[in-house]
């Protein structure tokens, strides 16, 4: 299984919008809604903030965001604050019945 | 409040097997519907799911770890385990265990993680 494609950096200033896509197959982004986005900031451990495309868990702003098209993926963050930098990883199911992620995308708040 | 909390050594010589035990508190592993994960993440890497476990046993695991990854799980302890065997530097990671949902094939629950290093 082949990692999904993330852009490695991505950056805006605060109040901002940004977007971070997510690549993957017919096997996996395509081919179901389980796209799930965690962030992570250094030294701590990954957090879910996006689940099935575009569900946000009790807790995550709403100024995060999921949506699919085909087999690409997105999370966007509006109102970009200096909190957001971290890194984002997208994750999907696949046919396989296992589950693969993105590369990582390291978000910079100018 | 369920939390997850990785215990096991930190350094693991080369050819030798990586034991890592996940236990979960503020809830019982075997009274409900959830899966449990093992996922890694090499040094500036990004995270590699490495296989989950119901707690009646059944296991899955990544293709490209199934010969030498095994998972089990005691219920009487609350915690489950990975167990990697015939180590390499490759496999030096932060070794995260995680609460897998079913019905939305998501990792929503995470522990801190803890440092494995392959070496000598």
């Known amino acids: 299984q082949s990692a999904l494609t993330q852009p490695a950096s991505v950056s805006g200033s605060p109040g901002q919008s940004i977007t971070i896509s997510c690549t993957g197959t017919?096997?996996?982004?395509?081919?179901?809604?389980?796209v799930s986005w965690y962030q992570q900031h250094p030294g701590k451990a990954p957090k879910l903030m996006i689940y099935?495309?575009?569900n946000r868990p009790s807790g995550v702003s709403n100024r995060f965001s999921g949506s699919k098209s085909g087999n690409t993926a997105s999370l966007t963050i509006s109102g970009l604050q200096a909190e957001d930098e971290a890194d984002y990883y997208c994750?999907?199911?696949?046919?396989?019945?296992?589950?693969?992620f993105g590369g990582g995308t390291k978000l910079t708040v100018l | 409040q369920l939390q997850l909390q990785e215990s096991g050594p930190g350094l693991v010589k080369p050819s030798e097997t990586l034991s890592l035990t996940c236990t979960v508190s503020?809830?019982?592993?075997?009274?409900?519907?959830?899966?449990w994960a093992w996922i890694r993440q090499p040094p500036g890497k990004g995270l590699e799911w490495i296989g989950n476990?119901?707690?009646?046993?059944?296991?899955y695991y990544n293709p490209s770890l199934k010969s030498r990854v095994t998972m089990s799980v005691d219920t009487s302890k609350n915690h489950f385990s990975l167990k990697l065997n015939s180590v390499i530097a490759a496999d030096t990671a932060a070794y995260y265990c995680?609460?897998?949902?079913?019905?939305?094939?998501?990792?929503?629950?995470w522990g801190q993680g803890t440092v494995v290093t392959v070496s000598s």
């Open positions: 017919s096997s996996d982004v395509g081919g179901y809604n389980y």
């Open positions: 994750s999907s199911y696949t046919s396989g019945s296992t589950w693969v």
């Open positions: 476990i119901y707690y009646s046993g059944s296991t």
């Open positions: 099935g495309v575009t």
């Open positions: 995680a609460r897998r949902v079913p019905s939305t094939a998501t990792f929503d629950i």
């Open positions: 503020g809830g019982s592993i075997s009274r409900s519907s959830y899966y």
